[in-house]
């Protein structure tokens, strides 16, 4: 065997094996978009616990926000409520869940007044800092308790303003970036019902 | 009905109008003209208010907004609401600059007036006074109507 086939031949295989880790990689890129699941298992006021699963069989929306924060959350709970009410008979077919990044305080000056007052179909969750920090690691959301003397009791809290739509088998379907009109989020989800 | 019966119920028909659309009236402080002043109902006073406005300079020269005071809340400040990087935060503002000929607006997404530490909870239809400090126009006093949880901007039906 002269050198150069051997060389020709390690060429080959060099080949075949990028070949062989661009498919999996490929592979395993549809399968995590196609069966990513985000989760969490957090308590509503009365202290029940909630997961994904509790939710089957219906879209959620879910927004990770804290009630200290006047004015995204608002902008964002507004929105939520307003496609509720224009969703109509459907609207049971949504449930819109708001997840607490502050689950301490808001717990203590009361998460379920706070969500009812945009609309009483949203349900509103808070663990403790652990679990909190899952269900964020778990939908891909960053939130941090930021130090800040021009802020309620002296923190603040930084996070993701993102809207997410998860479907009827728990199945991550999008991401609504903040501001998104009600309209569209409305559509997009008849559209899918 | 008594003659002073009858002139107190008039009195008070030609003050509610002035009430309802308290935000939408324009105050003016030399170029300045702030209108447009609201904010949200609160839930009890342990969370803070926000605050929202428009400013309109007719002049010539820039002018800033240095700060906002009210009776109704023992730590008012401006913040500003920033998204970068996917990330919202809502960092204490210095100032918010008003340039010559334009017109600025404290609102969500932007700038906010956060009203913290409340010594009294807003309800819907309630006005309140705010000053605010300019650099140069000095201190102007506005009322600041209280819209619903849900309002997203100020309600002036076409008036301003
Ligand atoms: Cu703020």
Known sequence: MSLRTIRLALWGLVIVAAGAIAAQQWVGREKTTETFRPDFALQDGNGQTYTMADFRGK??????????????????????????????????RVQPLFISIDPERDRRQG???????????????????????????????????EKDSSAPNGYTMSHSPGLFLIGPDGEWLRQFTYETPAAEIRAEIEERI | MTMKGFALALGCAMLLPAIASADCVGVTAGDLTISKAWSRVTIGTQRPAVFYVEIRNAGKTDDRLIGIETPIAGMPMLHQTVIQDGVAAMPHAEAVDVPAGKTISLEPGGYHGMLMELTTALSEGQTFPITLTFEKAGAVEIDTLVLPMRAQEAQCDGAS
């Open chain 1, 59 to 92: 879209f959620s929306l879910v927004f990770f926000g804290f009630t200290n924060c006047p004015d995204v959350c608002p902008t964002t709970m507004s929105e939520v409520a307003q496609v509720m009410d224009d969703l109509g008979e459907k609207a049971d």
């Open chain 1, 111 to 145: 998460l379920t007044e706070y969500v009812a007052a945009f609309h009483p179909a949203i349900l509103g969750l808070a663990g403790n800092d652990a679990a909190t920090k899952d269900a964020a690691d778990s939908f891909k959301v960053h939130f941090a308790r």
